[in-house]
């Protein structure tokens, strides 16, 4: 038998994270959300392919048939709804007007932007796929009351604005001096959160929301 007397070290240092003193719990979390992830994007392909499209443009799809409501919406609301570029959703956008699954609009109180919305062809599509889809997304969520859900819902969109947030400390963290890793991290927090309260104030939101 092999046998080794090396301990394994935490991958966390936050204290709500290290349960039992350990990162036991925090790694088979993030083993779930790999497996999730994995099955998630395996379910997403299978969707697009049915309807002659990629993974990305079906995701794209779906999110202007949910943003659109009666005025279409622009390419930087689904950017930001898909945490993706707005130049990444304008190549893709480009693609799927040529597939007929989108149309393409100027926006009526600003001639520079463009909205977005679900053609005919790109409904019947989506309709098209809903037998299959339905009790796909009910069997993934199954056993989850509707609290369970909310607080879910909660919860993985805090972590998908963490997430961008840590992938760009990750970068700088990267490119940092050895032995300099907490300097940097703390530069980083603090500079992030001047960013959030200048997010929150009146200003902020007003700019934010004549961006759209």
Not at 11 to 30: A, G, K, Q
Not at 89 to 100: F, G, H, I, Q
């Amino acid at each position: 038998m092999l046998a080794t007397t090396r301990k394994r070290r935490a991958t966390v240092t936050r204290r709500e994270l290290t349960l039992d003193r350990t990162d036991n719990e925090f790694r088979t979390m993030i083993h779930n959300l790999l497996s999730v992830s994995q099955r998630l994007q395996a379910n997403r392909r299978s969707h697009a392919r049915m309807l002659g499209m990629s993974g990305v443009q079906y995701t794209v799809l779906t999110a202007i048939a949910h943003l659109q409501g009666t005025e279409g919406v622009s390419v930087n609301a689904v950017a930001r709804h898909l945490h993706l570029s707005p130049s990444f959703v304008t190549m893709e956008a480009a693609k799927m007007v040529a597939l007929r699954v989108i149309d393409k609009a100027q926006d009526s109180a600003d001639k520079r932007r463009v909205q977005l919305t679900v053609s005919q062809r790109g409904w019947d599509l989506l309709d098209n796929i809903l037998p299959i889809q339905r009790p796909v997304n009910d069997a993934l969520f199954e056993g989850l009351s509707r609290e369970d859900f909310v607080a879910f819902c909660r919860i993985i969109a805090m972590i998908a604005d963490n997430a961008e947030r840590a992938s760009a400390l990750l970068e700088l963290l990267k490119h940092s001096r050895p032995g300099t890793a907490g300097s940097v991290e703390r530069k980083y927090r603090k500079s992030t959160a001047k960013l959030d309260r200048h997010s929150q104030s009146p200003t902020a939101t007003t700019r934010g929301v004549g961006g759209r």
